[in-house]
């Protein structure tokens, strides 16, 4: 069993979640990490396949059983959560672990994972840019779009903590600086 993992972070409406679908279609040993979440799903998303949904009581079930490597509250009401048997499925079938996670949840993924992960910030050109992108999305209330954007500024701080940083201006340039940088970091491993 091998044990690798690429993690990203940021504040929510970056283009995470878009950079990712690119890059699991262009690298095939990747499997994304499919997180618990207490939210309810968005339209087009689907239990296990974008998130396990899990209804608030079932989600706190699980943590006092211990079956989350992490988990963060991260609105207020809302939890997220990485299941250790979401990770340990990926890994038995040595395939790269690719994790979509708030920035305090990529802090102590990468903490576990050590040097077995490439953490990566994936940063707005602007906070004003992020608000376009949150708003022009389509998915989120004005209330759930402060929430986020009330939270950036903070996260931003966090992005030297992490083992680099992608400006999400363009897509396809960063696109490609994020497949540069992880085929570099997968290479060093072999
Ligand atoms: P996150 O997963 O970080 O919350 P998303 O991937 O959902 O962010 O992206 C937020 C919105 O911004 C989506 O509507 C997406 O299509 C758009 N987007 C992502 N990257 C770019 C980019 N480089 N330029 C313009 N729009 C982008
Ligand atoms: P969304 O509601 O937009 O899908 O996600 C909101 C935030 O929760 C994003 O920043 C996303 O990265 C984060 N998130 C999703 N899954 C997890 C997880 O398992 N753990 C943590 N800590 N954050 C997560």
């Known amino acids: ?9 940021a504040p929510s409406g ?5 950079i990712i679908k690119r890059l ?11 997180s618990a979440t207490s939210r309810k799903p968005r339209e087009g998303e689907r239990d296990g396949v974008d998130y396990y949904f899990l209804s608030p009581d079932e989600f706190e079930s699980r943590v006092r059983d211990g079956q ?8 207020a009401g809302t939890r997220y959560g990485t299941l250790k048997s979401e990770i340990d499925r990926i890994c038995d079938r040595d395939r790269v672990v690719i ?7 990529g802090i102590n993924i990468k903490r576990y994972f050590g040097d077995d992960a490439l953490a990566i910030f994936v940063m707005p050109p602007s906070i004003e840019v992020l608000e376009q992108r949150l708003r022009s999305r389509g998915t989120e209330s004005e209330e759930s779009i402060q ?12 992005a030297p903590r992490f083992d680099t940083t992608i400006v999400n201006d363009d897509l396809d340039r ?3 600086q ?5 085929e570099a970091f997968l290479k060093n491993r072999q």
């Open 178 to 182: 994020t497949k540069r940088t992880i």
């Open 14 to 18: 970056s283009g995470k979640t878009t």
């Open 99 to 105: 994790f979509d996670v708030d920035v305090n949840g």
């Open 24 to 34: 699991l279609q262009y690298f095939d040993c990747f499997e994304f990490s499919i």
């Open 147 to 158: 929430k986020r954007l009330g939270r950036s500024a903070k996260e931003l701080e966090e």
């Open 68 to 75: 989350f490597l992490e988990w963060e509250e991260v609105y």
């Open 1 to 9: 069993m091998t044990r690798t993992a690429i993690l990203f972070s």
């Open 174 to 176: 960063a696109v490609e």
